[in-house]
């Protein structure tokens, strides 16, 4: 397994070398550019100076920091034998002595390039997109369980892109829920060269804002749900819905399945011009759940309702929002004909690393490891953990730095009115002040439940310590925002840190004196 040391550097190590070379006329053809005098040969694309493989086209592109053209002569010096740019950056491209094809928007032709470069590498993948603001990893995970009951399969998202099974599969962690089209287009020919048939993908509003997923087509695309996040990226939740809502376009995919629980799923059904299924665990719609229970395993056993079938399944994540997801995915794969018998067998062994992950101590102290980190799922992850505490419920949150400021009172007051008890902590404070961003949480908390217990506990060590210290046989603790994650970054330094782990050990650690 490769770790990634710059972005898209774990892409990099396996991207295919292999292909046949493009010449550069005929991706400035593809790029709508004007055919550069000097030719070259290229057999790979990154936007990222150092991710370059020799014989790399370098995308050296505009954007929020810097200009990629900064970076030329760092591609150059890795390899590079060719640049596509926009106006601002054609003169320091052509100072490098690169032959170089310039667009007006090269983030907007990357993709189409990207996917001539790899030889277009979707045909013959069938792909399933999940997007909405929570869920989309759990779904992808559920999905991907079941697609490998039938044949060779990968899943891209959050967590890590992991393409086939066992021993031979490639497992690539992510440093971004969606890749760059550079290397999703890169991955899609790892893809394709490993026989994959089918491919679960996380698409984020980022990623069809920047055109990631050009050059992509989705056999089926699912919507989760719409709530509060990432406004400090899009400025409006308007535009945030119309980012998700492009990935429902003709261009982009061939059938729509939305969950229409929320107000955005039902605008969303109603506007889409693609076909459309919908679902729903509240009102009607063509997929719904007719029936659910625990079984005395602590899972839980679903019957579906589809048009004319219904399908019995059974699922280990906890939660009534994974009702939805699994709903979601049972809907997503029927439509493109993926047998009931896979899907029941797929769903029953599917976990998802760092969502609702439990750990118990012999006494019965419960401690919950989850991936909140929006308001939304910071109240439905408490409210699944308080249907299953008899006693009192503790939430470990804190809010990440240079994210959506807006979401940080209101994670504070989800956390407020669900737990007894609130730790406010830090979660990946990146550029920002850490107290800054847990002022915010603390006052949104206080201002939702005036007599509130909290405590403000900076250190993520210390305040889960803190938590379990207070807590006993019958309580629960829910430690909200890093699930998976290995670090916290502060400052751009990340420092190993993993909430399991670090739960593991403490309640290892306090076992004895709790009996
Ligand atoms: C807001 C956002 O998404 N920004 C992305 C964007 O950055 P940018 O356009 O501002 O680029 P920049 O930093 O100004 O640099 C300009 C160009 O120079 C290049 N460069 C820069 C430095 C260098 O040494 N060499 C080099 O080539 C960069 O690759 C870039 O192409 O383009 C960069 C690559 O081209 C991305 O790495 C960067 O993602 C940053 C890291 C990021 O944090 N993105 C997050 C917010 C994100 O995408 N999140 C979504 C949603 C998460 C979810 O809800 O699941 C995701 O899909 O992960
Ligand atoms: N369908 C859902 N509705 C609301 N909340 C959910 C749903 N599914 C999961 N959650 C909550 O959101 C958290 C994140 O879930 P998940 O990782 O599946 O979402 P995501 O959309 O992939 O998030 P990200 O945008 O960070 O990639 C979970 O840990 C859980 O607390
Ligand atoms: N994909 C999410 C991850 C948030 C995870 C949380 N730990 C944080 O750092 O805010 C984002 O980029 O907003
Ligand atoms: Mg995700």
């Known amino acids: 397994m490769s770790t990634p040391t710059a972005a898209g550097g774990a892409v990099a190590a396996i991207r295919p070398r292999h292909t046949v070379p493009i010449s550069l006329a005929d991706l400035a053809t593809t790029a709508g550019a004007r055919v550069p005098t000097a030719a070259a040969e290229v057999t790979g694309v990154s936007l990222d100076s150092r991710s370059i493989l020799p014989g790399d086209l370098y995308a ?19 390899g590079a034998v060719a640049v596509l740019t926009d106006p601002a950056g054609e003169d320091r491209a052509l100072a490098a002595g690169l032959p170089t094809l310039v667009v007006e928007k090269p983030r907007n032709v990357l993709g189409a390039v990207a996917a001539k470069i790899y030889g277009e590498p ?8 999940v997007t909405g603001t929570n869920g989309k990893t759990t779904t992808s995970y559920l999905l991907d369980s079941v697609l490998r009951t039938i044949g060779q399969a990968a899943l891209i998202g959050t967590i890590e892109t992991r393409i086939g099974s066992g021993a031979q599969a490639e497992v690539v962690k992510s440093v971004r829920t969606t890749p760059e089209a550079t290397d999703l287009q890169a991955l899609f020919a790892v893809m394709r060269d490993k026989h994959v048939a089918w491919c679960a993908m996380e698409v984020s509003s980022h990623a069809l804002a920047m055109g990631r997923v050009d050059g992509a087509r989705y056999a089926v695309a699912g919507f989760t749900n719409l709530t509060q996040d990432h406004l400090d990226f899009h400025k409006t939740f308007e535009d945030y819905f119309a980012a998700k809502a492009s990935l429902f376009t003709p261009e982009r995919c061939d059938l729509a399945v939305v969950n229409i629980d929320d107000e955005y799923g039902r605008r969303l059904a109603a506007q889409t011009v693609v076909p459309l299924v919908t679902v729903s665990t509240t009102r009607e719609a063509d997929w719904t759940v007719a029936a659910k229970h625990q079984s005395e395993h602590g899972t839980t056993v679903l019957d579906i309702q589809g048009p004319g079938e219904t399908l019995s399944v059974e699922i280990r994540l906890p939660g009534d929002f994974n009702v939805a997801n699994a709903l979601l995915a049972v809907a997503m794969l029927r439509q493109v004909d993926v047998p009931a018998e896979a899907i029941a067998a797929g769903l029953q062994t599917a976990a998802v690393p760092g969502r609702m992950e439990t750990f118990t101590r012999a006494d019965g102290l419960a401690v919950i490891v989850d ?37 940080r009172p209101a994670m504070g007051a989800a ?19 850490p ?38 046989p019958g309580d629960t603790v829910v430690v909200l925002g890093k699930g998976h994650e290995t670090g916290q970054d502060v400052g751009g330094v990340i420092h190993p840190f993993d909430d399991r782990e670090t739960v593991r050990e403490l309640l290892a650690a306090t076992q004895e004196k709790a009996l």
């Open 60 to 78: 050296a592109l505009p954007g929020a920091v810097t200009h990629g053209a900064a970076f030329v002569e760092g591609a150059k010096a890795a």
């Open 122 to 129: 979707t045909k013959g993948l069938r792909l399933l997109g």
């Open 371 to 407: 991936y909140a980190h929006t308001p939304d799922a910071v109240a439905l992850a408490l409210q699944a953990a308080r249907g299953a505490t008899k006693g009192r419920l503790f939430a470990v949150v804190g809010c990440g730095g240079d994210r959506d400021a807006g979401k």
């Open 415 to 433: 956390a407020a009115r669900t737990a007894d008890v609130v730790i406010v902590t830090d979660d990946n404070p990146r550029s920002e002040d």
């Open 435 to 472: 107290a800054t961003i847990r002022a915010a949480a603390v006052e949104g908390a206080r201002a939702a439940v005036p007599g509130v217990e909290l405590r403000e506990v900076g250190d993520r060590r210390e305040a889960i310590s803190t938590a379990i210290g207070l807590a006993g």
